[in-house]
Nanobody
Framework: QVQLVESGGGLVQPGGSLRLSCAAS????????MGWYRQASGKERELVAGISSTRDITNYGESAKGRFTISRANGKSTVYLQMNSLKPEDTAVYYC????????????WGQGTLVTVSS
């Protein structure tokens, strides 16, 4: 069974930093992508950042560019999201996402971790 385990959410003051982690297990694929999405109260889920398993190609949502960095542990299906210069509008539930090929394209979501930016 494919599983995503997220950690690192919490309460932080504006201007502060947090690091989210997501470890994927239970799947076998040489080509996959992992990423982070977020959903604020009353809003649609949006892409924060993504990274591919091949060459670690990254992409970012507009709100994350210049402040957030996604990375992948070497040779492992674990990704990190370093979030700096956090703003109150970054408050949301952050979800880890995995897409991989196993005969067809499959997608798995984590349970979500709450990030609250407030003084």
């Amino acid at each position: 069974q494919v599983q995503l385990v997220e950690s690192g959410g919490g309460l932080v003051q504006p201007g502060g930093s947090l690091r989210l982690s997501c470890a994927a297990s239970g799947f076998t694929s040489s080509s996959y992508a992992m990423g982070w999405y977020r959903q604020a109260s009353g809003k649609e889920r949006e892409l924060v950042a993504g990274i591919s398993s091949t060459r670690d190609i990254t992409n970012y949502g507009e709100s994350a560019k210049g402040r957030f960095t996604i990375s992948r542990a070497n040779g492992k299906s674990t990704v990190y999201l370093q979030m700096n210069s956090l703003k109150p509008e970054d408050t949301a539930v952050y979800y880890c996402n995995l897409r991989y090929y196993s005969g067809s394209l499959l997608e798995v979501w984590g349970q979500g971790t709450l990030v609250t930016v407030s003084s």
